[in-house]
């Protein structure tokens, strides 16, 4: 099967989309190419992005492309992420967010968790 994409955060105008690409050989690894936009009229600053899996997983983060989202849906920043999860038949992955910025010059600062991810990964 092809990649997958899921909308993995979207809120104050901030949208994540997590396209999940599983390995060809190993059906463990997963990698995320994490998509970040903001529909709002300013720039979003001091992006940063960090992410937690369960206790039988593993997580290696990438940097992001840039710490600042375009404003207006203008641009993207882009962030890989890598799962190693030996228990993908058993247990459905979940995932910890947690959001930082600053939009027109007020921190914000938010937390959710991923349970859309498709079966497998």
Request: hydrophobic residues 35%.
């Amino acid at each position: 099967p092809g990649p997958t994409t899921i909308v993995a955060y979207s809120k104050n105008g901030v949208e994540a989309k997590f396209n999940i690409t599983k390995h060809p050989s190993n059906p463990q690894l997963t990698q995320i190419t994490a998509s970040f936009t903001n529909a709002n009229s300013g720039a979003v600053e001091g992006f940063s992005f960090q992410a937690a899996v369960p206790k039988h997983a593993k997580l290696q983060v990438n940097s992001p492309s840039s710490t600042t989202v375009p404003a207006n849906n203008s641009g993207a920043v882009t962030q890989v992420f890598r799962i190693s999860n030996p228990m993908h038949a058993e247990k459905r992955m979940l995932m910890r967010l947690k959001i930082e910025y600053s939009l027109n010059g007020s921190p914000v600062s938010d937390i959710a968790q991923v349970e859309n991810f498709p079966a497998g990964v």
